[in-house]
């Protein structure tokens, strides 16, 4: 059973363009959730969606938005970047609605 | 907004020693998760716990969800080399709107074996 597929691995942008980082979840599951981490902050929850639906948003400003697909895959995009987004980016999906979240990789995004 | 305390914020021990770690939190959670992350990698699942009082265990790994339902630990029995890295607290609060809430993460306990 593949895991969640994260892509690229390591992104590397220019403050004031914007990114779009994707995430495959294991097959089946329907919930996908993004969360950012940083030394400073740790591992801090960006957004959640369930059938193509957004079902709860962290307190991250609206540069930062995402979407998933009928397929489930999900996709978050950051508008103009900042330093400060450099981060690891992490999605996880699930396959219940109770805890049990499966992590990827994670996408490394340097902002130069 | 809610906040996990997890300590400690580091252990330096010695193969074979036991392992205690911790997470309280101001709010109730419904769910109590532990993850470990290595480096260069996404967290990895090590225990959940969904009842207040449940006293779970994965293999030399025992994890327990607070009576109040505002702690958790986690300990970690005759540690071993490959125990080595950050380990993290997660809660997710009760249930709004039929929706699952994100969780809330710790500040992580970073293992560091001695030789």
């Known amino acids: 059973k593949a895991g969640v597929t994260q892509t690229p691995r390591y992104l590397i942008k220019t403050r004031g363009q914007q990114v779009t980082l994707s995430c495959s979840p294991i097959s089946g599951h329907r919930s996908v959730s993004w969360y950012q981490q940083t030394p400073g902050q740790g591992l801090q929850f960006l957004f959640e969606?369930?059938?193509?639906?957004?079902?709860n948003k962290g307190n991250f400003p609206g540069r930062f938005s995402g979407r998933q697909f009928s397929n489930s895959r999900s996709e978050m995009n950051v508008s103009t970047l900042e330093l400060g987004d450099s981060a690891l980016y992490l999605c996880?999906?699930?396959?219940?609605?109770?805890?049990?979240?499966?992590f990827g990789s994670g996408t490394r995004l340097t902002v130069v | 907004g809610q906040q996990l305390n997890q300590s400690p914020q580091s252990m330096f021990i010695q193969e074979g020693e036991d392992v205690s770690m911790n997470c309280t939190s101001s709010s109730i959670f419904n769910t109590w998760l532990w993850y470990k992350q290595d480096p260069g990698e996404g967290p990895v699942l090590l225990i959940a716990?969904?009842?207040?009082?449940e006293l779970t265990s994965n293999g030399r790994l025992t994890a327990q969800f607070g009576i109040t339902r505002k702690d958790s630990f986690l300990n970690i029995s005759a540690s071993i080399p490959s125990d080595v890295g950050i380990y993290f607290c997660a809660g997710q609060p009760s249930y709004s709107g039929g929706g699952a809430d994100g969780l809330t993460f710790g500040k992580g306990t970073h293992l560091i074996i001695q030789p």
């Open positions: 716990l969904y009842k207040a009082g």
């Open positions: 969606y369930f059938s193509e639906t957004q079902r």
């Open positions: 996880a999906s699930s396959g219940q609605g109770v805890g049990g979240y499966t």
